[in-house]
């Protein structure tokens, strides 16, 4: 079984329709993050969260918001969904320890298409 | 403000030949360097990374990363290609003292390794 574990994969949806991504990691990492994948732009950070209590927003984060509801699970959501957030959804996460100079796990990704 | 360019949108290599992937950056202070690849239908994995030390770091799968502070650069290489080599690569830079949430991804880098 995969580490970081994101559901949906693959969600086509219509415009103005509430979406939620999940996310779930085995790793006992503290921090989590989502970013979001466009061709030609690499990846850009919509929000991160470093504890249970602790959200904060990313380079992207407007038309989403996220819930980390324990430590090993870290939702995203659009409220209202729109065609420009049609984009490949990756959550990935980082031990609090190691953070500073370690590496970033990532889930597989969700595939949203915004119709 | 930081940057991380990734100059090239696709490498096309021969098997058995030497590949390079090209990664310049824009940083204030020693950066810290990553590689990430990203095979199809997966999430991103962890290859490398340059912190510290000595300037060639040696990385999963064969992989091979030079930093060069003066050209500001920190190019994938790898001697003899392989077609399982085919994916998306990125580099992604921060500056020391942040968390994960200052990490800069490029664009991505396609690479196509020929039979």
């Known amino acids: 079984d995969a580490d970081v574990t994101q559901t949906p994969r693959n969600r086509i949806t219509k415009t103005g329709k509430r979406i939620m991504l999940e996310c779930s990691q085995t790793?006992?990492?503290?921090?989590m993050y989502w970013y979001r994948q466009d061709p030609g732009l690499g990846l850009r950070l919509i929000y991160y969260?470093?504890?249970?209590?602790?959200?904060n927003k990313g380079e992207i984060s407007d038309g989403y918001s996220v819930s980390r509801q324990a430590q090993a699970k870290f939702s995203l959501s659009l409220e209202s969904a729109i065609p420009n957030q049609t984009a490949l959804y990756f959550c990935?996460?980082?031990?609090?320890?190691?953070?500073?100079?370690?590496?970033?796990?990532f889930g597989e990704g969700s595939r949203l298409t915004v119709l | 403000a930081q940057s991380v360019a990734q100059p090239e949108d696709q490498v096309n290599v021969a098997e058995g030949n030497p590949l390079t992937v090209k990664c310049t950056y824009s940083?204030?202070?020693?950066?810290?360097l990553f590689w990430y690849v990203q095979y199809p239908n997966r999430g991103l994995q962890f290859l490398l990374k340059?912190?510290?030390?000595?300037?060639l770091v040696k990385g999963s799968y064969g992989f091979e990363a030079e930093f060069n502070k003066s050209q500001t650069s920190f190019h994938l290489k790898k001697p003899s290609a392989l077609v399982s080599d085919s994916a998306l690569y990125f580099c992604?830079?921060?500056?020391?003292?942040?968390?994960?949430?200052?990490?800069?991804f490029g664009a991505g880098t396609r690479l196509a390794v020929h039979p």
């Open positions: 992604a830079v921060r500056a020391p003292g942040g968390g994960y949430n200052k990490l800069i």
């Open positions: 340059y912190i510290t030390g000595d300037n």
């Open positions: 790793k006992g990492h503290d921090r």
């Open positions: 990935a996460t980082s031990d609090l320890g190691t953070g500073k100079t370690g590496e970033l796990f």
């Open positions: 969260s470093f504890d249970v209590k602790d959200i």
């Open positions: 940083v204030s202070g020693n950066p810290y």
